[in-house]
């Protein structure tokens, strides 16, 4: 095994199993698409590394020692459980297959991945999941997760890691239509003031509201009722009526499809925050499994907030 881990050492290897094989340095070349004296330099080498003689050299044939052709079987399955190895990495590379631990926002994963979790076990047989609802910032690294999928721009802490950005979000008002008959639709973001907010002190700017139309900025500190570190919290009550509340197209989308809540102060919602992220480890090469996994996210997430 040591020779493997020597500058050359695999040539080296393939080199000699190869003469050894086809009895002459010229056959063994053509195999190997390699000048012959540099099969025969290659052999040499190692020769000199192990301090033996494996090969038995006349101006007529090429011949394995005793202790050469010992060496050559053991090298031979050797390599031949390299190839067997590579050739199983290859096929786990091309085919989806094995564990994917992935951490998501408990109310995005809650709403977004959960639901698409069945249908993608039913696609893809050999894949596993293991998934970890939390809000909590994860080291993708220290533990171990193929993906980590996050919300915003503050998610993108760790500069070392690959963010692949996935889908973009807008921020918007709502209300409930119960609410806006008892108390007025605001016309303008000022009006705000006069209402009953219900806050998210997750927001980035967080106690304002940052809201933006045609590149008009106007920022509302609103006198809140209800604020709560939970992004559900201030929705549910502005469902039930309670008062106005900023939050994201992807969280407010169903109840707005279901008549429950109504965009106030259309095209004023918040800036955008930045996306919906899939944080990777380091590195170029992505398992496919993983890739798979993240591309189906993203389809997903495209068709739901396209309805």
Known sequence: MQELLEPGGLEELAAFVAVAEAG????????LGRDASVVSRRVSQLEQRLGVRLLSRT??????????????RRVQALLD???????????????PQGLVRVSVPVTFGRQWIAPLLPSFLARHPQIRIDARFTDRFVD????????????????????????????????????APSYLAAHGTPQAPTDLVDHACLGFTGHAAWPDWP???????????P??????????????????GAGITLTAH????????????????????????GGVYAILPPGRLVPTKTRVFVEEVTQAIKAGWSQ
């Open 223 to 240: 006198a809140c009722s209800l604020i709560a570190d939970h992004s559900e919290v201030p929705l549910m009550a502005a469902i039930d």
């Open 24 to 31: 002459s340095f010229a056959e063994a070349s053509k195999k």
């Open 59 to 72: 101006t007529r044939r090429v011949a394995l020692t005793e202790v050469g052709a010992i060496y050559c």
């Open 81 to 95: 459980e390299l190839a067997s190895a590579s050739q199983e990495a290859s096929d786990f590379a091309a085919s």
């Open 250 to 273: 992807w969280l407010a989308g169903p109840a707005i499809r279901a008549g429950q809540l109504i965009e106030v102060l259309p095209g004023w919602g918040g800036k955008e925050e």
């Open 211 to 221: 809201l933006m139309k045609d590149g008009t900025r106007r920022t509302v500190r």
């Open 140 to 175: 993708v690294v220290a533990e171990g997760f193929d993906v980590a999928i996050r919300v915003g721009a503050r998610g993108l802490r760790d500069s070392s890691l690959t963010a692949r950005r996935l889908a973009s979000y807008r921020n918007l008002l709502v209300a």
